[in-house]
């Protein structure tokens, strides 16, 4: 009769029955998720330090530019670009300091990326002048004196023409409104509702852009 060959205990073998039940539970596992026990390439992490190339339109212009991914379009407009009618106030999302067209509607800068602005159409306040005169809008808030200390006022300009281009001829209401993402800390809101109501009567006669 033949002699039955002794059985190797598990320390002799290398494995343990723990080491296998563990390792037969994590393969089944893999197979049940559908993931491959193959080690995988895990995807670099942007550095929000790179430079990376961007075009960005502003005032009809095409800018090409090294940016940082986390730069805001305000800090780009005005400490790259040096177009600094665009000010900057809470930089938070509050004040309107900082607005800004892009493709016709009033943003605020502070709170836009400057990766998101490309491809777009970005309106300053300077893209409002009418070659060295001021536009209609701006005119309308000289003539009406919507402004004391002036700070907020290309942002309250900005946001009037993006107004007026959504709604020619917007009630005080609407226009109370619209403008209502604009603070005036000098508080010449009735002023600036007139410069408003004014520059729309003037654009329906002709008279403006």
Known sequence: MAKKKPIKDAAESGVTRRGFLGSVGAGAAAVAAGVSTRAEAIPEITDPEEMVQIALTVNGR????????????????RERLGITGTKAGCERGECGSCS????DLPRYACLTLA??????????????????????VQRAFAEHDAFQCGYCTPGQIVAAEGLLRANPAPTDHE???GMSGNLCRC????????????????RRKGGGS
């Open 62 to 77: 095409l800018h090409r530019l090294l940016v940082e991914p986390r730069w805001t379009l305000l800090f780009v407009l």
């Open 175 to 177: 226009i109370r409104h």
């Open 187 to 202: 508080g010449t809101y009735q002023h600036i509702v007139n410069a408003v109501t004014h520059a729309a009567d003037g």
């Open 115 to 136: 990766l998101e602005a490309e491809g777009t159409e970005i309106t300053t306040i300077e893209g409002l002048l009418d070659g060295e005169e001021l536009g209609d």
């Open 100 to 103: 800004v067209l892009i493709d």
